[in-house]
């Protein structure tokens, strides 16, 4: 897998049903330790509330785990885990605050509730893609410049450093699948004379 989705930022959001007021949390949790430190920190800061409902999600290992917390089983963590897994986000932890307003809502009325305060949580985090990118540099001549930084911005690369020397050495970053062709390019386009080193992969988060 060379790309997938987490929240771009911290997100809360929050609403009332029946009086009973629902407060949504998201947080970007890539090990299971940071999740579980979400998870008691929002234990922590709510202490008096009915019920801390949580649904988290690592990539890594392939972990997946929720908590109805005290609600009827499935009305809960199940919902809150279901809207991430629909819109294919991994490294999340949720955790959905409810405090009781005294009114019943039934299965249904707490499924519902769930999945919106997970919802509307999410919407204010944002989703970011994690992207694998991969460094690159090249030596090009000055009178090759200007058309192989054409090249490289038009393949989507992202230009860290330029040395101006004795010849222009630019140093840059591109989704990994798109290496290989804009080696390919540069060489076709310089004939021969721009050679492209390729250094690490490495994962990195781009807003959606």
Known sequence: MTSFKIPAHDGIDEFTEKRSRFIGYVKYTPTE????????????????????????????????RYSDNGEPQGTA????????????????????????????????????????AAKIALDAAG??????????????????????QKAIVELGAKIQDTDYGAEVTISFLIPTEEFEPLAAKIFDITSGRVLTRRGEDRFMAVAE
């Open 127 to 148: 989703i970011a893609v994690m992207r694998l990118w991969t460094d690159g540099k090249m030596c090009i001549p000055y009178n090759l410049f200007e058309i192989v």
């Open 33 to 64: 330790e940071e999740a579980l430190a979400f998870i008691a920190e929002q234990n922590e800061k709510h202490k008096a509330a009915g019920h801390n409902v949580y649904a988290y999600s690592i990539r890594n290992n392939n972990i997946m």
């Open 77 to 116: 963590g199940l919902p809150v885990l279901d809207v991430f897994r629909k819109a294919e986000i991994f490294d999340f932890c949720c955790v959905v605050t409810r405090y009781f307003g005294g009114i019943l809502l039934g299965t249904g009325g707490l499924v519902r509730a769930y999945s919106h």
